[in-house]
């Protein structure tokens, strides 16, 4: 699920001495531990880059539960593929979701959060994200976003991805498809200590190349304990220095182009965002975790 706006302050805590324990709760000295990889964040804050707080870098019990949570998201996900056809409403759709959800002893998470009224967000054809579920039947022809997050055990696992219901048009089919591999090469290209610009460049190239829209309204987030953590992962091109990704940081990064224009308007249910013109626009989510030599994909 996305999130707009910007959420996020740096502070470091006191200086550690080499010989002391590491900050990381590793248990090594901080000259064998974290030591190298903090100079190399003072040397990129020294240039402007924002720094993550070290409470952005999630344990290896965090990340476990983490994982566990996006296996079960990821699960659900597979398992619609059998179930998005024409003549489903996307109420029945919320309604199996949900039931899943909870025969795994997991919460949905967006069911209640600020308002949100169902267990899942459904974005068909010109809907960018955050659609509600109701009685509309879906139809041949049409294309949907199922965006779910389950919390597992206090973690959260957010995915989103399309499917294709009876057979669309060629350019649908081009859209989604492009839109896939937006988020594919972003990930591609993570590289840690390196900073979450990348991902925004990569995305605009790659949409502008086939003259579609990139949404900025919306962006990617961090998650955890919560839904929505720092950092904010912007999809567009940005001209300020962005946070630098550090091995431990979980966030999204789920990418909404649109056919054409990349503006939208949101309508008066205060959630569902459409393209301003009415075009078709897609989405595809994943969470990952920085690694020590790029990104893994937990959904």
């Known amino acids: ?10 502070n470091w805590t006191r200086k550690i001495q080499r010989n002391e324990e590491c900050w990381c709760g590793s248990g090594k000295k901080y000259k064998h531990c974290h030591l190298s990889a903090d100079n190399q964040l003072s040397a990129l804050g020294n240039k402007g880059y924002i720094i993550p707080p070290r409470s952005l870098i999630k344990s290896p019990e965090d990340i476990d539960g983490i994982k566990k949570s996006c296996a079960l998201t990821k699960s659900i996900l597979d398992e619609l593929n059998t179930i998005i056809k024409p003549g489903i409403t996307t109420n029945e759709i919320n309604d199996w979701v949900h039931k899943k959800t909870l ?8 069911l209640n ?13 010109e809907v960018v994200c955050h659609g509600i579920p109701s009685e509309y039947i879906l139809k041949d022809g049409d294309i949907i976003n199922v965006d779910v997050t389950c919390i597992l055990n206090g973690y959260y696992g957010d995915s989103c991805r399309m499917y294709e219901v ?34 925004g460049d990569t995305i605009h190239n790659h949409a502008k190349k086939h003259g579609y829209g990139v949404v900025h309204m919306f962006g990617g987030h961090g998650i955890g304990k919560k839904f929505h953590e720092e950092p ?30 990349a503006d939208c308007i949101i309508l008066d249910d205060d959630w569902t965002a459409i393209t301003k013109d009415r075009k078709l626009s897609a989405q ?16």
Do not use: Q
């Open 166 to 199: 009876g057979t669309i048009s060629d350019s649908a089919k081009e859209l989604i498809k492009v839109t896939k591999e937006c988020l594919n090469l972003s990930i591609e290209n993570i590289k840690p200590y390196t900073s979450i610009n990348t991902i």
């Open 232 to 261: 904010f992962v912007y999809h567009c091109k940005r001209r300020e220095k962005l946070m630098v990704m550090m091995p431990g940081m979980v966030f999204t990064i789920e990418p909404m182009i649109n056919e054409k224009s």
């Open 1 to 10: 699920m996305s999130y707009s706006g910007n959420i996020y302050v740096m």
């Open 284 to 299: 595809w989510e994943h969470t990952i975790l920085i690694t020590d030599t790029g990104a893994e994909i937990l959904t």
């Open 113 to 125: 959060y600020k308002g949100f009224p169902k267990s899942i967000c459904t974005s068909i054809n």
């Open 103 to 110: 025969e795994n002893n997991a919460t949905p998470a967006p």
